[in-house]
């Protein structure tokens, strides 16, 4: 069954079938929670059950999955559907006025095939402010036969003129359970590949399945070259490394490359069970490195990676902010060799 594919979310799941098997539909859903677990495809298999020609005979209320609306929805063509989302290819992605004029003449006719003129629209808090105004004019009085579900990740930017017109419905990531269950099922994982996909994406099966796994183990696998003696042994070095960190794009995955190695020093420091560290390939050199710190010298490195997550955002010298964390992160995992 369709709402089987949504990993997790059995209270949004619930709601809805309770609202289809009432009969109660809304006309405006806020589908709100982290980026990747499973909003917009629940939004598309919400508009399969309102629209399957054969929906299946069960107390459950759901699409078939194959009949031509479900195909057609999962294809993108079918008519009585429209998908919104910002402009790729952009610094800063927006959806424009004439996206909201688009979303208008899609729901001012009465539809084709369906009961309902359904609209998506993915990342909603993407609406700039003429184009947000102008579709809280739509909310404000839409037509009978239409549904507009909200996808976003980021609630508190859409108008709370907007918010208040929607039943929002909360998504959280699946547990470690369903996750590495679902990779093993869909992609056929080794459990030892979805336990690091597990940690490194927070349980959020989109963002997995849209990562590279050889190059997300790549750059993880650089922390631990950064320490090693020779990587960092002389200011030269350090200053080299730097600006070579310092093109990392996007930077956030710098961070999160430092913090998880850096996390998993600290774990071993105070003698965590070693099943749950993330780089179950390094142990030893992660031992080698814990037996001469404490937890406090992890902890003050961590303050010094925040100040240097903090640069792009408070105008400050990255190659600057690299280097002083390169020159710290040298010190204290090698003070023994000084």
Known sequence: MPFANVIGQEGPKRKIRTALAQQAIGHAYLFSGDDGIGKRLMALRFAQALSCETPPSSSQPDSCGHCRACEQIDSGTYPDLLVIEPEQDKVNPQIKIDRVREIERHVIYRPLLS????????????????AANAFLKTLEDPPEHSLFILVTSQPLRLLATVRSRCLTLRFSPATPEQFQGALALQQAMAIEDAKFLSQVCGNRIGVALRTDL???????????????????????????????????????????WLSHGLRDVLLMTIGTRQDILLHQSHIPLLAQIADSLTPTDIVELMDVLQTLEQAPTQNLNLQLCLENFLFRFHETIHRDAA
Do not use: G, M, W, Y
């Open 115 to 130: 009961a309902r003129k359904i609209c998506i629209i993915d990342d909603a808090d993407r609406l700039n402010a003429n």
């Open 214 to 256: 050889s190059e997300l183990r790549s750059r993880h696998d650089r922390f631990f070259e950064l320490c090693r003696h020779e990587s960092l042994a002389h200011p030269t070095a350090v200053l080299q490394q730097a600006e070579e960190l310092s093109k990392v794009q996007p930077f956030p995955e710098l961070i999160d």
